[in-house]
Structure formats: C-alpha cells, structure tokens
C-alpha cells in the first residue's frame, strides 16, 4: 500500500478540501493603540489607550490556484491580514487554515509551503543578486547547479542582464531590488504566495515584465496567489477575485467584472470609491503618509 506524503511542493489535502488553499472563518485580530496628546494631570503624561480592530470577524475562502486580490484603503486591515496568513502574526479569535492546516498549530509546516514579496524587501545587500538567489535555492534544498540555472533563468526573464546579477544589491536601483525579491520567491515554485505590493517602485515595462511572469508561474505551476497593490489596472489584469477590505472588514468579494457590475461601472477605481467612499489617489496620498 503506497503512502500519500505532505511535501513543501504538494501538500496533502482531505479530499473535501482538495481544492481549498485558504480558509479564513470569523478571523479577528485587535491590537492596543497610545493615542498621543491625551493628559493625565499628574507627574506623568500619559497617551490614552484604545482598542483597535485591525481584522475584525472575516471570512473567506481562496480556491486553489486562484490569484485573489486584497484592496483597501490606509488602516484598512490588508496588511494584517497578509501577516496572519504569513503566520507573523496569530489571530485573536477564528480560524485560519493553510492548506488544512491550522496556522497557529501548525505555523512551521504552513511557513514552509510560503513565500512573500514584500514592498520593503529584505537581503544581503552586499551580496550581488545571484548570490542572494543562490544562498535561497540552498535553504529551500535545491542542487546548487540547478539553483543556478533556475535563478539566471528567472532574472533573464524579468529582464535582468547578466551583470546586473553580479552586482551588490546595493547599487542597484529599489525597482531593481523588487524583480530580484520576486525572483527569489518564485524560484523555488512554493504553493502559496504573499504578494505584498510586488511591482511598487518598477518603472512600467519592469512592471510589465513581473505581471507577465506572474501570469506564467500560474499557468506552468501548482500555485495559488495573494496580491496586494495600489494599481487598479493590476488587480483587474491578474486577480480572479478581489477581496474589498475597510475597516477590518470585507464589504465586498467578487471576480473584477462582478464588482463592476455590483456598482454599475466599468472602472475599479470607480467600484473602490463607491465602497469606501475613498477615491483612489487619495487612499494612495494616506499610504505615502503613512510610510
């Protein structure tokens, strides 16, 4: 009798469940807040303690293979729940599963299915871009040869000369940097990918580039994709549903020309105004503030 085996590549799915990536069930995350300028009159000034609901009692469910989009405006709970899902951070109350597995029992396993592309990448940025992706192909067990190959093959395709990838990450420009940061999760094909912001800060054929590889890695893979971005025309290009998050909360989840329909639009920026009563450049405008 042969054996099913749970691997980082092919994780071992209840058949119910085959074909479940993501289930998140009533999932609230709150955090303490100092508000400061309030006064105690006293030795001691003190800032005001709130409690805030940074993800508050949601719910959904990314299919497998399926890109699915997070928008939202500034504060509005995105990146907390890229966090939770990352098992950065654990929730207060609710459910999260990975590919059935619980991200609080089972963080480890559900760490190793994971790769994220943040907008803040980090890396040895003494070491050229080659080296970065060739210390990376090693911690995730591939031949040194192959790892190799398979980086040089992923930097061409992103659009990366040879030379670039022999240069320190330091001279190279923060767009650059963000093709190498995809590079490097993409290079050793994981089953789930956070895309937190992937092409902020590339020049428009690089994002170009990403986008299409992106599109490729989901037609020659077994992947399934999280994407956050501040560009409209991404998110409608990639995502097979996009998740509208304010407040901590969904308020809408549908494919692109489903929203659209639902406000009665052919614009997502116009979709995202009338949801968030925020128009998008300046949902952007609180996020540069923010930074």
């Known amino acids: 009798m042969t054996q099913t ?26 955090f303490v807040e100092t508000v400061e300028g309030s006064r105690r009159w006293s030795n001691w000034f003190r800032g005001e303690r709130r409690m805030i609901k940074a993800v508050n009692d949601v719910s959904f469910t990314v299919r497998r293979g399926e890109i699915f989009g997070l928008l939202g405006p500034n ?3 995105k990146s907390t729940l890229i966090r939770l899902l990352s098992t950065l951070l654990f929730p207060d109350s609710g459910t999260l599963t990975v590919f059935g597995k619980d991200v609080v029992h089972h ?22 871009a080659m080296e970065n992706l060739r210390y990376a192909a090693r911690l995730y067990g ?11 093959q992923i930097l061409r395709r992103l659009g990366i000369r040879e030379n670039k990838a022999h240069t320190p990450l ?32 590339l020049d428009p054929k690089s994002k170009r580039d990403v986008q299409a590889y992106i599109k490729e890695v989901m037609q020659t893979h077994d992947a399934t994709m999280i994407l956050t971005t501040h560009d409209m025309e991404e998110a409608e290009s990639l995502c097979d549903r996009i998740a509208i998050i304010d407040q901590g909360r969904i308020i ?5 020309d489903g929203l659209k ?28 503030m923010d930074a």
């Not at 559900?110 to 940025?125: C, H, L, Q, T």
């Not at 650059?176 to 992937?198: F, G, H, N, Y």
């Not at 809408?252 to 692109?256: E, F, G, K, S, Y």
């Open 5 to 30: 085996v749970s691997t980082p590549e092919h994780p071992v799915l209840r058949q119910a469940d085959e074909d479940v990536a993501i289930h998140c069930q009533h999932v609230s995350k709150r």
């Open 75 to 77: 504060g509005s709970g």
């Open 107 to 128: 963080q480890h396993e559900v760490r190793r299915w994971i790769n994220r592309v943040s907008v803040e990448a980090s890396f040895f940025k003494k070491l050229s």
């Open 142 to 152: 591939l031949p040194v040869k192959e790892g190799e190959k398979r980086a040089m």
């Open 170 to 201: 330091e001279n190279l420009s923060r767009g650059m940097q963000q093709k190498v940061a995809i590079a490097r999760a993409l290079m050793t094909s994981p089953v789930l990918v956070l895309l937190d912001e992937p092409t902020t800060g």
């Open 252 to 256: 809408a989840l549908d494919t692109p």
């Open 261 to 288: 329909r639902l406000v009665g639009t052919d614009s997502m920026e116009t979709v995202f105004f009338e949801l968030t009563g925020k128009d998008w450049e300046e949902a952007l405008a609180d996020e540069d």
